[in-house]
Nanobody, 127 residues
Framework: QLQLVESGGTLVQPGGSLRLSCAASGFFLGGYAVGWFRQAPGKEREGVSCISSRSESITNWADSVKGRFTISRDSAKNTVYLQMNSLKPEDSAVYYC???????????????????WGQGTQVTVSS
């Protein structure tokens, strides 16, 4: 059964760091582009970052995270990561990973470009 499972979300203080993981089961994630999205209460889901199938291209959609968040992948572990540094309260959201059924990222972080989604992991940044 095809499945994406996010993990690593928790409560963290402002200025702290977290690494989110997106583990795939039932298929090889390495052949596809994978994106991270987030959704805060009362807001629309926002595209954060995307990595292409062979990691040759990374697209950062959200200006607010540039220089702080880094996407990466480990094909041997069938997992994509989102390293988040210098976290701010406005980064609080449910974070989702999603697979695109092609190897390249979309130019915009739009939900309809990604076909398969995980259930999300909660990140709360608060003192």
């Amino acid at each position: 059964q095809l499945q994406l499972v996010e993990s690593g979300g928790t409560l963290v203080q402002p200025g702290g760091s977290l690494r989110l993981s997106c583990a795939a089961s039932g298929f090889f994630l390495g052949g596809y582009a994978v994106g991270w999205f987030r959704q805060a209460p009362g807001k629309e889901r926002e595209g954060v970052s995307c990595i292409s199938s062979r990691s040759e291209s990374i697209t950062n959609w959200a200006d607010s995270v540039k220089g702080r968040f880094t996407i990466s992948r480990d094909s041997a572990k069938n997992t994509v990561y989102l390293q988040m540094n210098s976290l701010k309260p406005e980064d609080s959201a449910v974070y989702y990973c999603a697979r695109r059924r092609v190897g390249y990222c979309s130019s915009a972080g739009v939900e309809y470009a990604f076909e398969d989604w995980g259930q999300g992991t909660q990140v709360t940044v608060s003192s």
